[in-house]
Every structure is written in structure tokens, then in C-alpha cells.
């Protein structure tokens, strides 16, 4: 569903991103980690498409982003960490505008549009102004839109940021269902407990590269922590730049 090869970019001398090739198969929840500043929303964004990459090409479900932009961001549902939304708009008026974007029309366009406000809980106030909603509304209507062509692939950063602990479990069982029918999610976030709850695999990027990929278990035997958690796991990759261990992981 996603593949990556050689991809860097670079913000004149700052190298965001260094040689970064990964490939995420379709049905897969993909966790993204990294401390601050290693290169994961430069990642998701180039990803989405929002920026070109200085070198390297992506390809969505086969379709190469550069040669067919639009063909292949009609494959992505894009979730950001911050919601910006037109605040003049009602929620209900903001899903028939994503539905335009996407070329998503016919009768059961508002139906579908309404069951899936229904589900993020924001049916009852569809038709006031998103700048009434708060941040975890805004957070939630975003996620709805995103859905709502029915896209193979998810793209979502940092999903849980302003959500509370219903919705954060509400997020988490929306996330394993699609997978569970075939719909690809590629998650960066920074909460380990999370990624380590329901992450097929996870790949670890630090200072533009790519470090480590693997399932749990993977990535304790490239960090040589024994049965310790992710976190202790995820500090050894981030600290260290060369590991012996097998598995699958880039040094």
C-alpha cells in the first residue's frame, strides 16, 4: 500500500529526512515513532503529499505520488495533529465540502456524511459553526472527513492529541476495525502505550533515518532489552546508532 524509496528532504542545510526506504502492506497498522525533531511529520506530510521530497519516490497502492498526485491522494484519508478547519462553516456543510474534494457524490452522500458524525458524537451540533467546537470536536470532525470517501489508506498524526479518554478508546477501536477489513493505517504518535497496544509492526525513525522496523518483538531483540517494554526499547534505538541483532531493522 505504501512504499517509500530513498526518500530525503532536505530545508536548506537541515536534512529532515536521510535515505528513507519502508514499505507498509496493505491491512496493516503501522506505528511511526521518534523523538522531536527525527523526521516523522516531515514523513507523514511527504506521505500524504502535502510536500515533495527532495529525492526518492512514493508510491500509494502502486500509483507514484509525482507522476499522479491526485490520483493517489484520492487513496489517502490524512488526519493532522492540528486541525485546521473553515471555522465559518458548520460541521455538516465541512463534510460536504470534503465529499467535493473527493468527487464523492449520489443519494446516501449526506446519510453516510450523518452516520459518521453520528459516531464521532457530533451529530447534534452538525449544523453549528466549527468554531464553536473544541479542540477535541475539531480533532474528531477532522477524523470524520477523513473517512468519509472510504479511502484504502489512513494517514493519521498523533490521533489521540485533545481527545479524552472516551474518545481515545473510541479512536482505538475505529482503528483496529478498519485494519481488520482491509484498510491500511500509517500512525505517528509519540504515546508508546498506544503504539505498542495495537501496532501490527513499528518503525522507529531518529535524526532522518530509519533505525529499526519490526513487530514488538523485533524491536526488543534489535535493542537487546530482554522482556522489558517498548519504551525501554525505544530509548536504546534512539540512542545508539548501530545495533548486531537480527531482525528486520536499518542501522
Do not use: W
Not at 505504501?2 to 503501522?30: C, M, W
Amino acid at each position: 500500500m505504501i512504499r517509500l524509496e530513498n526518500i530525503s528532504k532536505h530545508y536548506g542545510s537541515t536534512q529532515a529526512v536521510r535515505s528513507l526506504d519502508l514499505q507498509v502492506p496493505q491491512g496493516e497498522l503501522f506505528g511511526f515513532l521518534g523523538p522531536n525533531g527525527a523526521g516523522k511529520t516531515t514523513t507523514i506530510r511527504i506521505i500524504g503529499g502535502l510536500i515533495a521530497p527532495t529525492t526518492g519516490r512514493v508510491f500509494i497502492d502502486d500509483i507514484d505520488m509525482q507522476r499522479e498526485p491526485e490520483r493517489a491522494k484520492r487513496c489517502i484519508g490524512l488526519i493532522p495533529d492540528r486541525p485546521f478547519l473553515y471555522e465559518k462553516l458548520s460541521g455538516l456543510e465541512f463534510m460536504r465540502f470534503t465529499a467535493d474534494l473527493y468527487g464523492v457524490s449520489g443519494d446516501g452522500l449526506v446519510q453516510r456524511a450523518e452516520r459518521l458524525l453520528d459516531f464521532f458524537g457530533l451529530l447534534e451540533r452538525s449544523n453549528e459553526l466549527i468554531e464553536s467546537y473544541s479542540h477535541g470536536m475539531k480533532q474528531r470532525l477532522i477524523m470524520a472527513s477523513s473517512l468519509l470517501h472510504e479511502p484504502p489508506l489512513i494517514v493519521v498524526d498523533e490521533p489521540m492529541v485533545g481527545l479524552d479518554p472516551k474518545g481515545i478508546k473510541m479512536v482505538r477501536e475505529l482503528f483496529r476495525e478498519l485494519v481488520s477489513g482491509g484498510t491500511t493505517i500509517f500512525m505517528s504518535t509519540h504515546t508508546l502505550k498506544l503504539a505498542e497496544d495495537v501496532c501490527d509492526r513499528i518503525g522507529i525513525i531518529n535524526k532522518g533515518r530509519l533505525v529499526a522496523t519490526g513487530s514488538i518483538a523485533e524491536l526488543k531483540q534489535a535493542a537487546r532489552v530482554g522482556d522489558a517494554d517498548l519504551e525501554e526499547a525505544f530509548l536504546r534505538l534512539t540512542q545508539e546508532e548501530t545495533f548486531d541483532a537480527p531482525g528486520d531493522y536499518a542501522n
